[in-house]
Nanobody, 124 residues
Framework: QVQLVESGGGSVPAGSSLRLTCAASGGSDSGYTRGWFRQAPGKEREWVAAINWSGSSTNYADSVKGRFTISRDNAKSTVYLQMNSLKPEDTAVYYC?????????????????WGQGTQVTVSS
């Protein structure tokens, strides 16, 4: 059973950067695809980015492409989301997710494990 814990959220002005961290514990992270999602108030949870276990393949939602970068350090069982040029519309609770399978999947239901979320607020 994998437990995921996000950190790194905060309140920043537009144009700033933040780096989110998702640490996994409770078992080996080997073979897990990891993803980041976000959910704004009153909206459905939406996919942001995904990375395969080796880190060799990544995929991004069009809304964050070119501004956000997903990466991982398997030695630390940790995945990161570097967020640059933040916009007010990036304001949301950000969640990390995992599944022990290959696939840079954007569907929420595909992932088996979820963190508790970290709040990101971007002011204009």
């Amino acid at each position: 059973q994998v437990q995921l814990v996000e950190s790194g959220g905060g309140s920043v002005p537009a144009g700033s950067s933040l780096r989110l961290t998702c640490a996994a514990s409770g078992g080996s992270d080997s073979g897990y695809t990891r993803g980041w999602f976000r959910q704004a108030p009153g909206k459905e949870r939406e996919w942001v980015a995904a990375i395969n276990w080796s880190g060799s393949s990544t995929n991004y939602a069009d809304s964050v492409k070119g501004r956000f970068t997903i990466s991982r350090d398997n030695a630390k069982s940790t995945v990161y989301l570097q967020m640059n040029s933040l916009k007010p519309e990036d304001t949301a609770v950000y969640y990390c997710a995992a599944r022990h399978a290959y696939g840079l999947v954007s569907e929420t239901d595909w992932y088996d494990y979820w963190g508790q979320g970290t709040q990101v607020t971007v002011s204009s």
